[in-house]
């Protein structure tokens, strides 16, 4: 690319409350500043002092800007993200949210910004950045297969579900072979987060409506049917940006002595022989659902790594599977614990994050949904394309057994039917863990930025 036809810009990120949609908006951010564009990361106070304490080597070009967060009734004063928050709690979370605009709109006013590359649920943006001649981009940190589910913007504005059991099949818009739809139970879980006023499906109507256009957080090896059929339904540009794979921070965690307890552990176990187990920042299992998957992960009889986000386990399991297994209590460093060769399989609750990093470690699935936001969707596609197995649970409430999350972990770690799962898993590190790959996605958006030409050719095949 001729430097004559290269502009740099002002450009802001604004990331929904998530710690799942922030670390992607965050990662596109460094490559943008890579490229010489001057960065405003915006969000709320406690995040962005989380982000600056997490990235202290954060470029000059990228600035951390907070907003307060207005308060609501309902809504904890220290609470600034999902990760802080009971599910029934979210749509205060929401509500808040939408109280930023007029300090967004003062700032995209009063700051020169050319572009501002925004998320699903601040679905007002694109109307005020049309209003003050600024480009908006709406950034999916969704894949592309989750946005073809939700589909059209009109159907997601006239309100295509009148009740939960029109999500529990696939939609008559998908012209290819797919499995990808939501359970009863998952959608009445994520029901609990969604703000009565503006459902979650109109903040995608809306904010994929008046975008100027979409780019999405996939690549067209994984997923070349959905980033097609998005073209379409949307009738306006859906770019693929790659899958901002996280590279291994060697230093992460050095200083903590859990991690080197951990590391201890891993160096006495077999090559691929541990599971991981995480369930991500959001999910948090009733007792009943707890006891069923230790007794699982027990009745396994495989060593593992479970990180339990609020520390509890039932009585006696540690006593039981001691030297077995590693029970870590609260954040851990998830890369680098995947990154380990003792890892050879990771228990997940479907998260997009959470399977990008592990595939990019060629690592097979155990899926267990989560049961909000797109995991089911994602429990059913990743199944689909044989890089995991989804455990059995009842369709209608979601409970299931112990004796099935141990026969499941089994089929993905050792069993002989198994393997064809390991294998597929296996090849797509080629894929997700292809850094030079993913980075000619990047590029590519990035030319798009910097020149205003879109080519149609490379987006539809």
Known sequence: MGSESKRSFHIAMFPWLAHGHITPFLELSKFLSLRGHAISFLSTP?????????????????????????RVPNLPSSAESTSDLDIDLVPYLKKAYDLLEPALTRFLSSSRVDWVIHDFASHWLPGAAARLGVTSVFFSTFNATSLAFLGPPSELISGRCQKPEDLTCVPAWIPYESTACLRLHEILKHQRCMDEEVSDLCRFGHTIDGCDFVIVRSCREFESEPMSLLQQIYQKPAIPVGLLT??????????????????????????KSVLYIALGTEVILSHELTNELAAGIEK????????????????????????????????????????????????????WNSTIEALGRGLPLVLFSGGSSDQGLMARFLHEKQVGFEVPRDEADGLFTGDVVAESIRRVMVEHEGEPIRATARAMKEVFGNIELQNEYLEEFAEILEKGVIKDQKMVN
Request: net charge positive.
């Open 46 to 70: 406690n995040n962005i002092a989380r982000l600056a304490r997490s990235h202290p080597e954060l470029p000059p070009s990228v600035r951390l800007v907070s907003f307060p967060l207005p």
């Open 246 to 271: 996280p590279a291994v921070r060697q230093d992460e965690g050095d200083d903590d002595e859990k991690w080197k307890a951990l590391k201890s552990w891993l160096h006495t176990k077999r090559e």
């Open 300 to 351: 396994s009889g495989l060593p593992f790594v479970w990180v339990v986000r609020n520390g509890l386990v039932p009585p006696g399991f540690e006593q039981r599977v001691s030297g077995r297994g590693f029970i870590w209590a609260g954040w851990a460093p998830q890369t680098r614990i995947l990154a380990h060769e003792a890892i050879g399989g990771f228990l997940t609750h479907c998260g």
